[in-house]
Structures are given as C-alpha cells and as structure tokens.
T-cell receptor
Framework: EDKVVQSPLSLVVHEGDTVTLNCSYE??????LLWYKQEKKAPTFLFMLTSSGIEKKSGRLSSILDKKELFSILNITATQTGDSAVYLCAVYSGGGADGLTFGKGTHLIIQP | DTGVSQDPRHKITKRGQNVTFRCDPISEHNRLYWYRQTLGQGPEFLTYFQNEAQLEKSRLLSDRFSAERPKGSFSTLEIQRTEQGDSAMYLC?????????????????FGPGTRLTVT
C-alpha cells in the first residue's frame, strides 16, 4: 500500500523565519510528487517534481526531490502571515489506484 | 471562472437519506477524480474517470457510493443511506491526460469541495 508521511504535523514560527517541511514516501512505480497549499478551501497546486536533485522555485517557495532516499522538502523563506496554511504532499504512483496518495499535511502557522 | 466547480458547497442531511453531489471539471480536462477529506487528514482517493469511463475505484468506496460521468463532462457522486461516518469534505479534481508521460497529466486542479454533514 502506498504511503506518504509528512513532518512535522504542525509548526508555529514568526514572520520572517525560514521553514522546511518534509515529505517521505513509499510507493510502487513512482511517477511524481506534488505539493499543495490548503487554506480553508480546496488544495491549490504548488509544485510537481519528477526528477531528483532539480529544484523547483516559485518566489519564496522552493522544493526538491530525492528519489534515492524517497523524500522531498518544501522550503519557504522570509515567511509571511499569508503563508499560514496546511501544506499537503502527494505522490502519483501510476499503479493500483490512479489517484494521488496524500500525506496528512503540515499545519503551518506564521505569527506576526 | 474556468476552474473546477462543485455543487452544492454545503449539505446537511439526516442519516439514512440519499445525497448527490455534482462536479464540473475544467472544460478541456478529460480526467476527473473524487476525493474525500476528513478533519486533520489529507484527501483520500475515491475514484476517477477518463472521459466517461470509470477506471478505478478505491476500496474506500463502499456499495453505497456510486459515481457517474455520463457524457465525459460533469460528474455526480451519490451516497445512498448516508451514515454519520460519511460526514466529510468531498473534493473533485480534474487533469488533462495528453500523453502517458505528459507533465500536465499529473497536475490535478481541485474544486472548492462539498462539505457533507450527516446528523
């Protein structure tokens, strides 16, 4: 059974801090890993990673994948209160159920 | 707005009643997914369609659940004889499968969800 584990489950930091969110996975026939941001609504897409060692970057957010060690990290620099959300990691394996397998998410709170 | 839409956004029903939700995907997307999300958990895959064909069903989808996508456009998810354990957010997502290795095929775009409360 595919498994995605995120850590920490919750994190409270001050505005301006840098945070690193972790995602490890065990899946058959790995295809891609995706990061989503979820506020009080549906998840919104952030990144999709398919190759090891290639950093994806969007503004203050960046992510990288290690397919050998089976994990990914999501970095947020110079955090702002608007970054407060649940960050979900999901893996598409292409085997068994064809949907995404999600982790439980990291609940990030940015204090002013 | 050309995103994924879902209707209704909220539904309160009594145990034992049937409910039906609708999802309208992004118009050019041929893949449509249903997920269920409970508090403190990530979304859990339920089923997906490629065009009108239902290609996969999770074991989470009991016999009381049925989904259709009759013309390959919108989809409906029906829950019969609802139970309190069915209370959750039901999310719909869509993606575009152009070729088997197309980058865009794995980027799923989510709708706002239908929050179901069974009393």
């Amino acid at each position: 059974e595919d498994k995605v584990v995120q850590s920490p489950l919750s994190l409270v930091v001050h505005e301006g801090d840098t945070v690193t969110l972790n995602c490890s996975y065990e899946v058959t026939n790995f295809r891609s890993l995706l990061w989503y941001k979820q506020e009080k609504k549906a998840p919104t897409f952030l990144f999709m990673l398919t190759s090891s060692g290639i950093e994806k970057k969007s503004g203050r957010l960046s992510s990288i994948l290690d397919k050998k060690e089976l994990f990914s990290i999501l970095n947020i620099t110079a955090t702002q209160t608007g970054d407060s959300a649940v960050y979900l990691c999901a893996v598409y394996s292409g085997g068994g159920a064809d949907g995404l397998t999600f982790g439980k998410g990291t609940h990030l709170i940015i204090q002013p | 707005d050309t995103g994924v839409s879902q209707d209704p956004r909220h539904k309160i029903t009594k145990r034992g009643q049937n409910v039906t939700f609708r999802c309208d995907p992004i118009s050019e997307h041929n893949r449509l997914y249903w997920y269920r999300q409970t508090l403190g958990q990530g979304p859990e895959f339920l089923t997906y369609f490629q065009n009108e064909a239902q290609l996969e069903k999770s074991r989470l989808l009991s016999d009381r659940f049925s989904a259709e996508r009759p013309k390959g456009s919108f989809s409906t998810l029906e829950i019969q004889r609802t139970e309190q354990g069915d209370s959750a957010m039901y999310l719909c997502a869509s993606s575009s499968l152009t070729t088997p290795l197309a980058r865009s095929s794995y980027e799923q775009y989510f709708g706002p969800g239908t929050r179901l409360t069974v009393t």
